[in-house]
């Protein structure tokens, strides 16, 4: 190295003088960009495919667990309903058992009948805003719940309404009995 050297020292000026084209730099430059290799094309290729791949594993994942929500809620909603026409058949017996057994009582007072009827009237306007809540969502308890209280408070008015006029009917036979 030390002879290049020496030879580079003494030709200085010479060798300076002259520059390189322009073309011979862009030759250069050519030469000094990195190419594009399979390589590269492959490892972007294979990202492509990482990506496409989990983003299909999530999709199948998260298709599943809706499926399986919406399997579980039509499946508590089967038995919600089943469990609502069960209880609506009980109470709807009750409720024309007592009514059968008070009717002829009522047949002596019809102030009284018109009065009861006008009362369940009411309740069966309250039942059917419940079932047109119920329609909008057959799982919520809450409105089950209000549904059975409506039957429950029908049957409280008629045993209460049936219980006053045995008591009436029962007086009514001993002032009889006693003249």
Do not use: C
């Not at 290729?45 to 667990?65: E, H, L, M, R």
């Not at 369940?120 to 809450?142: G, H, P, T, V």
């Amino acid at each position: 190295m030390d002879r290049l050297e020496e030879f580079i020292r003494k030709n200085r000026e010479a060798l300076d003088a002259n520059s390189p084209s322009a073309d011979v730099w862009r030759k250069v430059s050519e030469e000094m960009k990195p190419k594009r290799s399979v390589k590269r094309w492959l490892a972007a290729a294979a990202s492509v495919a990482v990506i496409i791949s989990i983003s299909f594993i999530f999709y199948q994942i998260g298709k599943t667990s809706v499926n399986q929500e919406l399997a579980t809620a039509s499946g508590k909603e089967l038995p919600a309903r089943l469990q609502l026409r069960e209880a609506e058949a009980y109470y709807t017996n009750q409720v024309n058992a007592l009514y059968n057994e008070a009717e002829p009582l009522l047949a002596s007072n019809p102030e009284l009948k018109s009065e009861l009827n006008n009362d369940l009237s009411q309740i069966d306007s309250i039942y059917s805003d419940l079932k047109r809540d119920l329609r909008d969502n057959i799982a919520n308890e809450e409105v089950v719940e209000a549904l059975i209280r409506n039957y429950t408070i029908k049957i409280e008015i008629l045993k209460d309404m049936l219980a006053i006029l045995k008591e009436y009917d029962n007086n009514e036979k001993k002032k009889s009995h006693e003249l």
